[in-house]
């Protein structure tokens, strides 16, 4: 019988107790870390993500540079996923994909073969069909890897090494940009123009005092891959650099057109024969893709919220040209721009967060002086690491082109040695007071490099080598020289980016937007005349034409009329409800009369139990009077009761068992406020007594004992009151003396004239 002492441990020992939350906080913050450093936050120093940097480093590898020849995308994804980054082919191909687009990236660092996806939103074919290699913006930003300027990490298997970051020249962050959300953070930068980059980092560099100011006068804002505009104020972007914090209004660009005198303009307007005209887009908002664009127009036109606007045709090729045709010559295209700008995506907003890792890898918000001062000191950095890596190599071969020199000059003494001595390398360190490294490689040089012509070369190699040694001595004990050094080659790398090359010339126009023309949109809705009939249920319907108003409309079994008014189809018609709160909704937006029409709680958010008091056509500075069940009111400004959302707006505040239950308008010829109450009191005051208000419950106009309010209504005192007279007739009785009732607000009235409505009720 064998018996074990090795026992399988149990795996329960390896349990840790420890309290819920405190173990869940801490992988969190792990993982919190991990996405904020290793993925969604670009690094300062080269402005790229862990999973661009590896796609270029791999790219590098396979030696995939400008003068090569393409590679299968899915090579490259291959290497990517297989060697440096453990995540998803699709993922890593989509970066791939971005960096070769030229509407996506300012300047790409991948030059694709194939279809990499279009500016209207196709998507790219699969990897197996394209191909790809570095653009010399690429390889300008690696440059320097092979000269010992950045530290070398192993990969996630411990296979491979990659490179921490990219040490070339090239200010990738703010050229081409960068948008991530991490946890708790977020980072969006738009691309920029590299020579004016350049430009503020040189006045930067001359002047480290510099004001953001003076930075800004170089530096003028955001150049996107795809132009347009950006139409805030300098002030505003100033600001937005300088906190690090900001949005831009980015504008489409319409085609320039000549002017009758021969000059350009930005209009987009093209002349076509007989006075027509036709408006041309040239230019989108950036990460906007066209298709979208034209579907959202042609929606409006569809919908008939944009009745100016006939007919929109894409008619791009490797331009862009969207047509847009006017309803009629006489349209006016500014109105036509201005509509297009609020009710499209023509203007967009573009958030600034220039929320980086610096050179600790710690995140933060900087301002655009700090960020150009901390990328500066990370070039630096990197020009002394590249000095001292370059210093150790002369030094290394001077001291070999030392031993060649000494062999030279005693060359008969050193081919003696090596036919006569079993060990030719000790006698040779011992005669001539070699190194190690010099006696192996003089006993490693090929016999026809033994000329005489050779000594004469390593002695001129020596020289230039002690002259380039000195030059980098001095180059790292000076700060100034430093400095020159990072300004000439900023100033070698402008050149290639300048204003006058296709790839430099700044595509985004900086100008402050010009003053907006006042428009309306109900304006450019068909005016026609309708009739609104609201039902004591709430359905909302509008009849073609102006009918009678005591018409025979039909309504659903057990509803009936509540209100029905005259209105144009321009028209806003505001809804009152007795809680108080306003509704506002579009007369065009109504349904048709053929049916019952519909419910009014499908247009506009009202409560379950509130109910509608008062339904009429929006009329611009008019005055209305508000009065609640309790006899306190004021007069509002219709102007202050239109309401932006479905939501409504709340105008008079009501508490329990008190409601909105008057609203009328106030003629501008009427001068006193008459209220009636249910225990058939009657006051009547001056208007000017009833204040003004935008929301709240009021003062008091008349004064209770039992019950509350029965009714309200404004009149001219010297025409008197008039009300209708009950029966057939219909014939309404006017009393003109109303010195009895007429009184300071807030009494409690008298009885009213005799022959006055039993249901306390004025009859106007």
């Given at each position: 019988m064998v018996t074990t002492t090795n026992e399988e441990a149990d795996p329960f020992d390896a349990i840790i107790d420890a309290p819920f939350d405190a173990a869940l906080s801490e992988r969190y913050l792990v993982y919190a870390l991990s996405t904020i450093t290793a993925r969604s936050l670009p690094d300062l120093r080269d402005g790229l993500k862990p999973v661009h940097r590896r796609l270029l480093w791999a790219m590098r590898q396979l030696k995939l540079d400008p003068a090569s020849a393409y590679k299968k995308s899915a090579r490259v994804v291959g290497d990517v996923i297989g060697k440096y980054h453990p995540h998803g082919d699709a993922s890593v191909y989509d970066a791939m994909v971005r960096l070769a687009q030229d509407f996506s990236l300012r300047y790409p660092l991948v030059e694709g073969q194939g279809n990499f996806g279009n500016i209207d939103g196709d998507n790219a074919a699969a990897y197996r069909y394209t191909e790809a290699r570095l653009t010399k913006t690429a390889i300008q930003l690696m440059a320097g890897l092979d000269e010992g300027t950045v530290d070398f990490i192993p990969t996630y298997n411990g296979e491979e090494a990659e490179p921490e970051i990219f040490p070339g020249l090239f200010p990738n962050l703010l050229a081409n940009g960068a948008t991530g959300i991490a946890v708790g953070m977020a980072t969006s930068i738009p691309s920029h123009n590299v020579a004016e980059i350049v430009d503020a980092t040189l006045l930067l560099i001359d002047n480290p005092q510099a004001e953001?100011?003076?930075?800004?006068?170089?530096?003028?804002?955001?150049d996107f891959a795809t132009g347009g505009l950006v139409v805030d104020s300098p002030e505003a972007i100033s600001h937005a650099y300088e906190t690090g914090k900001g949005a831009f209004r980015v504008r489409g660009r319409f085609s320039t057109g000549r002017n009758p005198d021969g000059s350009w303009e930005e209009t987009g307007v093209e002349k076509l024969g007989g006075g027509q005209w036709q408006l041309i887009i040239s230019e989108i908002p950036y990460m906007l893709p066209k298709g979208k664009l034209i579907e959202q127009i042609a929606a409006l036109i569809g919908d008939r919220k944009?009745?100016?606007?006939?007919?929109?045709?894409?008619?791009?090729?490797?331009?862009?040209?969207?047509?847009?045709?006017?309803?009629?010559?006489?349209?006016?295209?500014?109105?036509?721009k201005q509509s297009l700008y609020k009710l499209t995506e023509l203007e967009t907003r573009f958030s600034l967060n220039l929320n980086v890792l610096d050179s600790h890898r710690t995140p933060g918000v900087l301002g655009l002086k700090l960020l150009l001062s901390e990328w500066v000191y990370s070039q630096i950095d990197i020009l002394l690491r590249r000095t001292r890596h370059r210093l150790d190599k002369i030094a290394a071969r001077l001291e070999l082109v030392a031993g060649y020199i000494i062999a030279y000059l005693n060359l008969d003494r050193i081919i003696e040695i090596i036919?006569?001595?079993?060990?030719?390398?000790?006698?040779?360190?011992?005669?001539?007071?070699?190194?190690?490294r010099q006696a192996e490689a003089i006993l490693n040089m090929r016999l026809r490099s033994l000329r005489r012509l050779e000594e004469m070369e390593l002695r001129r190699e020596h020289e230039a080598l002690l002259k380039e040694q000195d030059d980098l001595t001095k180059l790292l004990e000076s700060p100034a020289r430093q400095r020159t050094r990072i300004k000439r080659d900023l100033g070698a790398l402008r050149k290639d980016y300048a204003e006058d090359t296709e790839l430099g010339r700044r595509r985004t126009t900086i100008a402050q937007a010009a003053r907006t023309v006042e428009f309306s949109l109900d304006a450019m809705i068909e005016k026609e005349p309708v009739t609104v009939i609201l039902s004591q249920r709430g359905w909302i319907r509008a009849a073609r034409g102006h009918v009678p108003l005591d018409g025979d409309f039909k309504f659903k079994e057990g509803d009936g009329p509540a209100f029905a008014f005259h209105a144009q189809t321009t028209d806003k018609i505001l809804i009152a409800l007795d809680n108080g709160?306003?509704?506002?909704?579009?007369?065009?937006?109504?349904?048709?009369?053929?049916?019952?029409?519909?419910?009014?709680?499908?247009?506009?958010?009202?409560?379950?139990?509130?109910?509608v008091v008062a339904a009429f056509p929006y009329r611009p500075k008019a005055q209305l009077l508000l009065v609640s069940s309790i006899g306190r009111g004021f007069a509002a400004e219709a102007d202050e009761l239109l309401a932006e959302t479905r939501k409504g707006r709340s105008v008079m505040s009501t508490k329990p068992g008190v409601s909105l239950a008057v609203v009328r308008e106030i003629p501008a010829e009427h001068d006193h406020v008459a209220v009636m109450g249910e225990n058939r009191k009657l006051v009547i005051f001056s208007l000017e007594e009833l204040p003004v208000m935008s929301k709240g419950q009021g003062v008091t106009l008349q004064r209770y004992r039992d019950g509350g309010m029965a009714d309200a209504i404004t009149l001219k005192l010297e025409e008197g009151l008039s009300w209708t007279m009950g029966g057939e007739s219909g014939r309404t009785r006017t009393e003109k003396d109303m010195q009895l009732w007429?009184?300071?607000?807030?009494?409690?009235?008298?009885?009213?004239?005799?022959?006055?409505?039993?249901?306390?009720?004025?009859?106007?």
């Open positions: 953001h100011s003076q930075l800004m006068e170089v530096f003028r804002g955001p944009l009745p100016i606007l006939e007919d929109v045709r894409d008619e791009s090729d490797e331009e862009i040209r969207i047509v847009l045709v006017p309803k009629s010559r006489n349209v006016d295209p500014e109105l036509l036919r006569t001595e079993d060990e030719p390398k000790p006698v040779m360190i011992a005669e001539f007071e070699l190194t190690d709160r306003f509704y506002t909704i579009g007369a065009d937006k109504l349904p048709g009369a053929r049916g019952f029409g519909e419910p009014i709680r499908t247009m506009v958010d009202i409560d379950a139990e509130a109910h007429k009184v300071a607000r807030g009494a409690a009235g008298r009885l009213p004239p005799v022959g006055f409505p039993r249901d306390n009720k004025f009859q106007s």
